[in-house]
């Protein structure tokens, strides 16, 4: 009845508006869509799905099925024909009387077919759940829910028989290089399979299938997502979007760039938001550049790609080319010379691996290859020794700051003396996004090429710009890396499984406690490789072991000299430890009441904490929002330089909890949170910007914000007021910094030696960052550039 009523309404409405224009519900034998009138489509009852003609380009059509909602662009969740777009004129989707559902091109060729047949009553119809089904009266004959292209939609199942192929770039739909599917051992995995070469990067190659959270024995092959946005497969990999719970459209997307990701619609911006994503910084996704070119990921601009020196670009308007050298290496051994790139890495194509080598042995072994075309050499912090790898081809390359191995690159002596520039890198955005252009009835050619070189120049000039300003960043950031004690950080694709006997000899029986928070207790502990560790003993629970660790895998995986580095783990029975490095100041907290932190050291605290805070939000999207920033998970190493702490915990803890149904989203520490908690409004990175805030405040005031200020009213009576009121009041109060940092400043701050200024400065930024709107509240990024100038 009410569906009925919404048809008519449907109909009504259509009907008026474009005389002549139909939207259907529902198509019967000899009916057909037009391409030519763009009103003519199926909406599914519910309104949320529509299908029919989509332009792909000029005069290119395609048949998909898409959100009704028109967002910043349309999303289309299937297509019939990706591959072979139809003609502007006269094509037609037809379902024929003998009940085959085709697609004709220009009323001649037959681009798609169904190839059903039915001599009995057959309709085709969009289901609310983006569904398009061929039925025979209760019979399904076909669906598109069997033919997936690059998405699934809730309770679609991925099974044996399915696969996601990605796009081949944002806006060319046909059907791209990565896939996902089950795999022969039954394991869910992405594939790169690109002109040349197919590699699997994910779950990490290198890992077993069990180390990597999957089970090989469960022939099921079988993955969904369900209504609450929890996907799970039956090789075990399962994970939740971050905003968990029902009543939330979601899609699961294999995006064109190789990352698979789980997009929620975000009701208040209309627009998707990814809720969770496979990898991690998508340079880490195999074919991303090509061969011999270098990824590099820019938080503000996404993925680029660039030239290894001595390479150059081999097709312009595809990035899956990569660089053709320049010059042939010369046969003469004597004739070559290494040039040193670093944080490069490339992953494969081994001659060979030497553990425990030195880098003339490892040069020498290159010299006396042919094939080899240079070699990466780094330091193995598990056993403490450098390895080497000789290269027979440069693939799945990627440049990080994170990275701290080395790339050795052969190169012909003549003109690598001539150049004498370490690392000459040219950059261009990665994926071609050129427009279809089809004219297949009037073929024209001409003036075309000389318009796409033109505007292929203008962003190459901008590119060039930036690259200089990159470049020097670059070389900035990583003359301050290498002055580091520790100049090689370890690069954390096997962090540790250890078993619970050897954490409990290693802590004493759990004797030495060193801290305590929500999450558990911390203890102080002597690994057997006489490293001290910090080992955090989490409360108890019901988890499943192979989600815990599929989360730990991408939490160990982070990076960064203000990130607390993970050593392993221990998951065994209802015990889950985590093993950290032990950091010999203990935490900010402990810190702040003594006179040895002074003004400069708060500020380069700040900074600290402020720039390994833009890391996880960068790297990591939504998917690893700390949470929970205090001061007592700020911590501190010898020389007083801040490393985070429990980043990640929020979202491994949460996950026990949704299992309990007696979860509460709330969580973090009062005094610290945003009032987006209370507020019941979305959880974003803003949360983190607040808490950072008030932490900042407290730097400066050396006042807990769980407590109130007390201070004498207009009319000489006490009031309390927070924290943030109170500093507030105080600065607005005054235009004239001396003026108002002398009446909120750390009594123990040393007066004269004090730097009012920077002090100054951390109080304006934290007021930034404690908004009560989270939408003017600065990015990490931003905060981070604040303080840097
Ligand atoms: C929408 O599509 C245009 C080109 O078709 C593209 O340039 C733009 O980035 C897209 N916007 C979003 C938000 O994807
Ligand atoms: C295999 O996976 C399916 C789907 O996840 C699950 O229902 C089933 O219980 C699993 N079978 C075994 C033996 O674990
Ligand atoms: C460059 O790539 C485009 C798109 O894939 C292709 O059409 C063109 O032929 C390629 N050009 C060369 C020189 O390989
Ligand atoms: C490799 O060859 C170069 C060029 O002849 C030479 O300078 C270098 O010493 C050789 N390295 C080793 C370890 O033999
Ligand atoms: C590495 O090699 C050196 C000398 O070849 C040797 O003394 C050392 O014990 C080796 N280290 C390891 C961890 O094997
Ligand atoms: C879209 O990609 C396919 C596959 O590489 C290619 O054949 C087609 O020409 C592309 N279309 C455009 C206009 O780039
Ligand atoms: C496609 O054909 C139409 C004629 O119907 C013509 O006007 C248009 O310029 C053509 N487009 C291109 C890009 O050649």
Not at 639 to 657: I, M
Not at 733 to 743: K, L, M, Q, S, V
Request: charged residues 20%; contains cysteine.
């Amino acid at each position: 009845m009410l569906g009925s009523l919404l048809l008519l309404l449907l109909f009504w409405s259509s009907a008026f508006s474009f005389p002549g224009a139909f939207a259907y519900s529902r198509l019967t034998k000899g009916s057909s869509l037009s391409v030519e009138n763009q009103e003519d489509v199926l909406i599914s009852p519910n309104g949320l799905f529509t299908a029919g003609f989509h332009s792909v380009g000029i005069n290119a059509y395609s048949f998909a099925i898409w959100f009704t909602e028109k967002l910043s662009n349309r999303t289309i969740v299937w297509m019939a024909n990706r591959d072979h777009p139809v003609n502007g004129k006269h094509s037609k989707l037809t379902l024929l009387k003998d009940g085959n559902l085709i697609l004709t091109d220009a009323s001649k060729f037959i681009s798609w077919a169904t190839n059903t047949a039915s001599a009995s009553f057959v309709q085709i119809l969009l289901q609310n759940t983006g569904n398009l089904v061929l039925t025979e009266k209760d019979n399904v004959l076909w669906q598109s829910f069997d033919v997936p292209t690059d998405t699934l939609l809730p309770g679609q199942p991925l099974t044996r028989y399915t696969r996601l192929i990605s796009s081949r770039s944002q806006n060319n739909y046909s059907s791209g290089f990565y896939k996902l599917f089950f795999d022969d051992d039954n394991v869910l995995r992405l594939v790169f399979d690109g002109p040349e070469t197919s590699s699997i990067y994910w779950p990490d190659p290198w890992l077993l299938s069990f180390e990597a959270g999957r089970t090989r024995y469960n022939d099921s092959r079988v993955a969904v997502l369900d209504s609450w946005g929890h996907f799970q497969s039956s090789d075990r990999v399962g994970f939740s979007a971050n905003d968990f719970g029902p009543g939330i459209q979601r899609r699961l997307t294999l995006d064109f760039d190789g990352n698979f990701r789980l997009y929620s619609l975000d009701t208040t911006t209309r627009s998707w938001i990814a809720s969770w994503e496979a990898m991690i910084g998508s340079c880490r996704i195999h074919g991303a550049c090509g061969p011999n070119s270098l990824c590099s990921h820019y938080p503000s601009s996404g993925r680029k790609c660039s030239c290894l020196q001595g390479y150059r670009v081999k097709n312009y308007t595809d990035w899956a080319y990569g660089c053709e050298p320049e010059y042939q290496l010369p046969c003469n051994s004597r004739e070559v010379t290494y040039i040193k790139l670093s944080h490069v890495n490339f992953y494969g194509y081994n001659i060979d691996i030497l553990h425990n080598s030195t880098l003339e042995k490892c040069e020498k072994i290159c010299n006396e290859s042919r094939k080899c075309k240079g070699f990466q050499y780094r330091f193995n912090k598990e056993n403490g020794v450098y390895d080497c790898y000789p290269k027979s081809a440069f693939r799945n390359g990627f440049i990080s700051p994170t990275y701290s191995g080395m790339l050795h690159l052969k190169q012909p002596k003549a003109i690598a003396l001539a150049t004498d520039q370490p690392a000459k890198i040219s950059s261009l955005i990665c994926s071609s996004s050129s427009i279809v252009t089809l004219n297949r009835t009037y073929k024209k050619k001409g003036e075309r090429e000389s318009v796409r070189i033109l505007l292929w120049f203008v962003p190459a000039l901008g590119l060039l710009e930036m690259i200089c300003i990159v470049s020097v960043w670059f070389f900035l950031y990583r003359s301050r890396r290498t002055s580091d004690k520790q100049p090689y950080v370890h690069l954390s694709t096997g962090f540790r499984k250890y078993s619970f006997s050897e954490l409990k000899k290693a802590t004493k029986n759990f004797g030495e406690e060193i801290g305590r928070g929500g999450s558990g207790i911390v203890y102080k502990g002597v690994l057997l490789d006489h490293r001290v560790a910090a080992v955090k003993r989490l409360k108890e629970a019901n988890q499943d072991g192979a989600e815990f660790l599929a989360e730990l895998s991408i939490i160990g995986r982070l990076n960064h000299m203000h990130l607390i580095d993970i050593w392993g783990y221990c998951a065994e029975g209802k015990h889950r430890l985590l093993v950290y490095e032990y950091l010999e100041h203990g935490s900010l907290a402990e810190n702040l009441h003594c006179t040895v932190i002074d003004s400069k050291m708060r500020f380069e605290i700040a900074l600290g904490t402020a720039k390994g805070l833009a890391y996880l939000h960068e790297e990591c999207l939504e998917w690893v929002l700390h949470c929970d920033i205090k001061p007592q998970n700020v911590l501190l190493d010898s020389n007083y330089h801040p490393k985070l702490a429990d980043f990640g915990l929020s979202k491994l803890l949460r996950r026990a909890e949704v299992n309990d149904l007696s979860f509460s989203k709330i969580r973090g520490t009062r005094g610290y949170m945003a009032p987006e908690w209370i507020g019941n409004l979305p959880i974003t990175s803003q949360v983190d910007v607040y808490s950072y805030g008030v932490v900042l405040l407290e730097m400066v005031t050396g006042k807990s914000p769980k407590m109130h200020v007390q201070t004498f009213g207009v009319g000489g009576e006490m009031v309390e007021k927070t924290l943030i009121e109170w500093v507030r009041e105080i600065v607005k109060g005054d235009g004239e910094i001396t003026a108002w940092i002398d009446e909120i400043l750390d009594p123990l701050l040393d007066n004269t030696q004090c730097d009012k200024g920077k002090m100054a400065l951390l109080v304006r930024v934290a007021l930034h960052c404690v908004e009560e709107d989270r939408k003017v509240r600065p990015t990490m990024r931003q905060v981070v550039e604040m303080l840097l100038h």
